[in-house]
């Protein structure tokens, strides 16, 4: 049975008149092993009239408690996750050899902030789009000039809350950027701060305590977020138009008119279409299951039928940006320009501006219009959520073969819209 335990305690030394002192005194670590006792100064100082004896903690009426009970902890659980470790080695861990190590892993704690961003950066590039390596090179400069202009030396320890309302501060004076784009920024410093903390270089977890106090992305409508049959057309009709914008063309009318996501057609090989359906891979206990097609979404899928590319894929991908850029474009083309409201904030100040309805189109569109168009039709809620693979009733799984009969028979209904051809 392993037998250890980690305490704190107020170091108890004599002023120069022979009195205990008791302001600002070190909290002391002592870790009790195997009848061995290690010593470790915190680094930390306390008034005894803040410290909780008997808890051996920071009382929470004193300042900064929080972040300094939060410190303690981290200490006691490096430490017993050292002992622990080399006994599951087998190691007989001693003083020394708790020593060593906690001394290896400040050496860690101690490379510079930037450094461990460059690292970070080398390390994981090769996995990252070139849209994603732009935005983490960009957040890393965004640093550097935040170091710079308020004249601060970034450390892991100072990341805080206090430090992050002041990298806000900075993003709106000096860029002017809205609260959409600075909470993207703080979310790839969050995302390097998690790295960083799985890898040993950060030990301070203040900063996922931090929350917006703002709503992040501009409000629309839901009413806003969808097109109507007439506004589908308009963009299926539209000719003549580049490779590019007729790709991302027939992806976003293959989502209006089959519910399937984009993840989803990405996916998609020849293998998986049949004549009126395609076979899907499930999860769980339905390992593949069938998706019927309507006429409009079939022909469009069998216009990729033998053009694959060196993936297999039907569909040739697009990043989100860039689908989403290019939808916009024909959203223009095709004349859906009526104007729609975005509320936004900045700070705490609350605006909106009206803009063309093609500016919010996006792939959730699609998927937000394959329901509107489909309970227009009448189709059943519960089959409209099998078809979009959406888990909205608790039941779906359950009744999953049911729904499959049931949509063969209801996704026809598409087919007697009319185009006015």
Not at 194 to 205: D, E, F, H, I, P
Request: proline share 2%.
């Amino acid at each position: 049975m392993i037998m250890a335990s980690a305490r704190f305690y107020l170091e108890k030394r004599k002023d120069e008149n022979g009195r205990t002192r008791t302001k600002q005194v070190p909290i002391l670590l002592y870790f009790s092993f195997d009848g061995k006792r290690l010593q470790l100064n915190t680094g930390e100082r306390i008034d005894f009239s803040d410290w909780d004896f008997r808890a051996q903690r920071v009382l929470t009426s004193a300042r900064g408690s929080k972040a300094m009970n939060r410190y303690l902890q981290s200490l006691a659980d490096e430490v017993t996750g050292i002992y622990l470790d080399g006994k599951t080695m087998g190691l007989n861990p001693g003083i020394d050899y708790l020593r060593k190590q906690i001394k290896y892993n400040r050496r860690k704690e101690n490379i510079g902030f930037f450094d461990v961003f460059m690292l970070f950066i080398d390390e994981n590039h090769h996995r990252w789009s070139i849209h994603t390596f732009r935005k983490i090179r960009t957040n890393y400069h965004h640093l550097r000039k935040f170091a710079e202009t308020e004249q601060i030396e970034i450390k892991f320890s100072r990341i805080d809350r206090n430090f992050l309302e002041q990298y806000i501060r900075f993003f709106r004076i000096k860029y002017s950027h809205s609260n959409n784009t600075i909470s993207k920024n703080l979310d790839v410093l969050k995302w390097f701060l998690n790295w960083a903390t799985r890898r040993g270089y950060n030990k301070s977890l203040l900063y996922r305590e931090f929350e917006f106090d703002w709503v992040r992305q501009p409000r629309i409508s839901q009413s806003d977020l969808v097109l109507d049959w007439e506004e589908v057309m308009r963009i299926y009709r539209l000719e003549p138009l580049s490779a590019e914008l007729t790709e991302v063309r027939d992806i976003f009318c293959f989502m209006c008119f089959s519910g399937i996501r984009l993840s989803r057609i990405y996916q998609l090989k020849s293998s998986n279409v049949y004549p009126g359906y395609i076979s899907l891979q499930g999860n769980g206990k339905y390992q593949s299951f069938n998706l019927p097609l309507n006429e409009r979404a079939y022909g469009i899928i069998s216009k990729y039928i033998g053009k694959e590319g060196t993936d297999d894929n039907c569909f040739p991908h697009y990043s989100h940006p860039d689908f989403n850029r290019h939808l916009k474009q024909l959203g223009k083309d095709a004349g859906i320009n009526r104007f729609v409201k975005l509320s936004f904030f900045s700070g705490t100040e609350k605006g909106s501006r009206h803009v063309p309805k093609y500016e919010v189109l996006s792939s959730k569109v699609a998927i937000n219009t394959f329901l509107f168009n489909g309970l227009k039709l009448g189709i059943s809620a519960g089959v409209l959520s099998f078809l979009t693979d959406r888990k909205t009733f608790a039941s779906v799984e359950r009744i999953r073969p049911v729904l499959e009969n049931a949509a063969y028979d209801d996704i026809r209904k598409f087919d007697n819209l009319r185009t006015d051809e």
